[in-house]
């Protein structure tokens, strides 16, 4: 028999959180048959906070008659005995449930998400309300622990069946995983899936996977008719694209611009397709003149539109050929030797199974072997670095498996391509490294470029933590004891790291403290001169002799028959990051940070303070051709700020106005009555709610700050309830893409809470959203290390600066609404310093000149919008 068990509580904390409600379920392991079951609500003894209420709706009313939990101890006990516990995330309920005195540490532990995540690879979510709407089981009163344990156990049937349709390749790949897993749970569950054990050696092992890799294709369109020279004509031909005038005359003088080598900078609006418009004279310029052309776009979602939805499009209908191909940065790709010796030289636990599990099933199904294909959980993400592409030896001779990696292959591909698809991390970061994808880069197109600054700054940040040193020790280590090398020396000497690290970062940690209050969870700090004023000269004494013992395990590694370039490398980052942070005359030249997190403790991090300089100095001026593209480059019909910030000397700047009516299609509202946007969140409150009161669903509210969503959601989420609608909010319980979906398949029922970060990571259409709610302005945190160090080269921060770079995030807020002439919009301002200051005049200028601008009350706005 196995129970399924499943708790609901008052928080996340188990030392000081409770339990409010459990849920036993046994059933046989067999059958799945349902033999026994106990639920109740239980009294935690301490109030129930709102945002927990919110999502499980057990209030404090609803358990004041509740037992106890000590007056259910014994009955939870006799009732689970010695089964296997079966859970959705196992650990959190069984560790609650330990601390409270319930003692099944010694119980087998069986989990439908260890199982799901390699079994339910095409499931977008590994919530177990995702995974019940995928295998289409009923599940009803989500977060409520009958309804959950129930599903748990109707999961757990399905999984398994799920495994048995496996191929035989696929289950003797796993096979092998679950016997070199030495673990109690493992090896329960390797009885039940397992009809017998394969016995693979490792040498077979891998020649099975390399017979199952799915081999690339090459883009190659050979459909082309050298009788077409006029650009028009080529846009003639194009099927199932919508052409325009404004996008033809953009694509005029692109074609134009390439051939006379003049750097460009476009300021187009959204939905002129403005990809076309670049991508047809790109690839007539690259055939004629035998050259490549790099596109660089913001995110990897953004490249992959273009490579599968508008390259592809366009393969079918341009008449030309042109071969294609995407790159992304090392990390992004798996390495077979990197995963080989993860598999053969680290010791597979209970999370590395499930790990290595779902890498084994996607490299059967991948073409492109990218990792972000794939989901993570929290505690995965530290083993991607250990399969990565990342490793200066992948694409070397002392690789055994170079022919197969997929990167070697890319390279090829990309020798052979006419147009690479890029990101802007990646261009940047190798940029940085002075990785050899990009060294012959002479013509480049950046779409998306108003992100540059920001994308380019994080690309060139370099840092590290002591957990990040202890994981890499911890696995140099385990290396050492497999291959009995000298274990003890090594041992000795990453101790002794380890130690004089932590006095480094207890240092920070203290000087954390100093300028934070202690309930902040996440905190950053400029490092700046009165951190090294207060420094004793005994601590740079410590600094060097970490250099050293750093230098020196990196010598000790190079001593053995062991591929550690990977580690030595991330050694000598570690000595550069100490040597920036601690030096204290480079001000001029890098901005100093020092984090704190729960998850990292202390962090440092040092990036560059004049990120324009740099762009010129290596950059721009090594290109024949560039283009840079975006809806949101020009303050007030100016280009002064972007071409000062970037360092665009010598770039022509052109506009392409839109076909879009706005006077007919947008409306801007803004409430004058709701009092001064610095104290006023009641009062905001106050008017969502009557707002959420008239629209319902199809809205989406956009704040600055995750603490407004979670305020929001608090106190709003039960009245939109009750109008039978949905509050979706950021961060709280869903994953972004979870809500994502769910608000673009139940729009009609919903209403949406977002922070910005989010807002520019979406893509949704106008049916799904017609009104949009802004919170504040864009400013940037005056606090941010970054803004504040780069502050100081203006000599007035707030105008030149601030203001600028606000306007133009709040135009890319704007600009993303209305994709068709058939469009129309609602947006509500609730910010009152976009009139009643003296800088509104030009904060205005980020909406559409023609748009209706309406300054009333609250209630007129109301009134208006339920009209409409």
């Not at 130690?499 to 920070?508: A, G, P, Q």
């Not at 740099?614 to 593209?629: G, H, V």
């Not at 509210?701 to 949905?726: C, D, E, G």
Request: proline letters at 2%; charged letters at 25%; hydrophobic letters at 40%.
């Amino acid at each position: 028999m196995i129970v399924a068990l499943d708790l609901e509580t008052t928080g996340l904390v188990k030392e000081k959180d409770s339990i409010i409600e459990i849920a036993l379920i046994k059933f046989d392991e067999n059958t799945f048959e349902i033999v026994e079951e106990f639920t109740t609500l239980i009294n935690p003894w301490i109030p129930i906070p709102d945002l927990n209420i919110n999502i499980t709706w057990i209030s404090d009313e609803m358990v004041k008659d509740s037992p106890f939990f000590d007056e259910l101890k014994e009955k939870i006990k006799i009732f689970i005995w010695d089964s296997p516990i079966l859970w959705h995330n196992t650990f959190f309920d069984r560790d609650f449930l330990i601390e409270k005195w319930v003692d099944i540490s010694s119980n087998i532990v069986l989990d439908t998400f260890f199982l799901a995540n390699f079994l339910s690879l095409n499931c977008k979510s590994m919530s177990l309300e995702s995974l019940t709407a995928h295998y289409k089981i009923e599940l009803s009163g989500a977060h409520r622990a009958y309804n959950d344990t129930k599903s748990t156990v109707f999961l757990f049937k399905k999984l398994i069946e799920e495994f048995e349709l496996l191929s035989e390749d696929r289950k003797k790949l796993l096979n092998y995983l679950f016997l070199n897993c030495v673990n109690k749970n493992s090896l329960y569950l390797k009885n039940i899936l397992f009809k017998k054990d394969d016995n693979l050696d490792f040498e077979d092992f891998v020649k099975l996977i390399i017979k199952n890799l799915k081999k690339q294709r090459i883009h190659l369109v050979d459909n082309y008719d050298n009788k077409l020279s006029n650009l028009e004509e080529y846009f003639s031909k194009l099927k199932d694209f919508e052409t325009r005038e404004n996008q033809i005359s953009m694509a005029k003088k692109i074609y134009e611009n390439f051939f006379d080598t003049k750097k460009t900078v476009i300021e187009a609006p959204t939905w002129i397709w403005k990809t076309i418009a670049y991508l047809i004279p790109a690839i007539i310029y690259s055939k004629k003149v035998w050259k490549k052309v790099f596109i660089s776009t913001k995110t990897k979602i953004l490249q992959d539109q273009i490579y599968y939805k508008d390259l592809e499009g366009l393969s079918k209908s341009l008449w030309i050929d042109f071969t294609y191909t995407k790159v992304k940065g090392k990390k992004n790709y798996i390495s077979l030797k990197s995963l080989f010796t993860f598999i053969k030289d680290f010791d597979i636990d209970y999370d590395k199974l499930s790990f290595l599990s779902k890498i084994l099933l996607w490299l059967f199904d991948t073409e492109f072997w990218e990792l972000d294909e794939l989901f993570y959980s929290s505690n995965e993400y530290k083993f991607l670095k250990f399969v990565n592409s990342d490793n200066n030896q992948i694409l070397t001779e002392k690789n055994p498996y170079l022919k197969e990696e997929f990167i070697y292959k890319q390279k090829v591909n990309l020798d052979n391509s006419d147009i690479v698809i890029v990101n802007h991390s990646m261009l940047f970061t190798d940029l940085k490294n002075d990785f050899n994808y990009f060294w012959k880069i002479e013509n480049l197109i950046i779409d998306e470029a108003h992100s540059i600054e920001d994308i380019a700054t994080e690309s060139l940040k370099n840092s590290f933590s002591a957990k990040w040193i202890e994981d890499i020790m911890n696995f140099i280590e385990s290396i050492y004891k497999n291959n009995f090398y000298d274990l003890a020396n090594f041992k000795a000497k990453k101790e002794d790291l380890l130690l004089n690290i932590k006095v480094i970062f207890d240092s920070f940690y203290t000087y954390l403290k100093t300028k934070t209050s202690n309930e902040n969870f996440f905190i950053s700090i400029l490092i700046d001169e009165w951190f090294y004023s207060i420094q004793e000269e005994y601590f740079y004494t410590i600094i060097n002799k970490n250099k050293e013992l750093l230098l020196d395990i990196k010598e000790e590694l190079q001593s053995v028959n062991y591929d550690f370039s990977r580690e030595s490398a991330f050694l000598d980052n570690i000595v550069d990051i100490l040597d920036k942070i601690y030096d204290r005359n480079n001000a001029d030249d890098f901005i100093k940070i020092a984090y704190y997190s729960e998850y990292d403790w202390v962090k440092l991090e040092y990036t560059v303070l004049d990120i324009w300089k740099y762009l010129r100095i290596n950059f721009w001026d090594y290109l024949t051709n560039c283009f840079l593209f975006s809806a949101t480059l020009s303050i007030a019909n100016s280009f002064d700020y972007i071409k000062k910030s970037l360092h665009l000397e010598g770039f022509e700047f052109l506009q392409f106005d839109t076909d879009f009516d706005y006077s007919k299609q947008a409306t801007l509202y803004i409430p004058k009555d709701l009092w001064s946007i610095k104290n006023n969140f009641s009062k905001i409150q106050e008017f969502l709610k009557d707002i959420f009161q008239v629209l319902r669903w199809n809205t989406m509210v956009l704040f600055t700050s995750l603490a407004a969503v979670r305020n929001v959601y608090i106190n709003q989420n039960f009245f939109v309830k009750s109008l039978w609608s949905k509050l979706l909010a950021q961060s709280i319980y869903w994953s972004k893409n979870k809500i994502l979906d769910t608000f673009l398949s139940e729009h009609n029922k919903s209403i949406i809470l977002w922070t910005d970060s989010f807002w520019e990571w979406v893509d949704i259409p106008w049916e799904p959203l017609k009104y949009l709610i802004i919170h504040k302005m864009p400013f940037a945190v005056p606090t941010d290390p970054i803004y504040l160090s780069r502050s100081k080269l203006f000599s007035n921060p707030f105008s030149e600066y601030s203001i600028p770079k606000s306007i133009l995030k709040l135009k890319q807020w704007f600009w993303r609404l209305i994709r068709t002439k058939s469009d129309s919009w609602v947006v509500v301002f609730l910010d009152d310093r976009i009139y009643s200051t003296e800088w509104w005049k030009i904060f205005i200028t980020a909406f559409p000149k023609d748009i209706k601008l309406n300054i009333t009350s609250r209630d007129e706005i109301i009134k208006n919008i339920n009209l409409q």
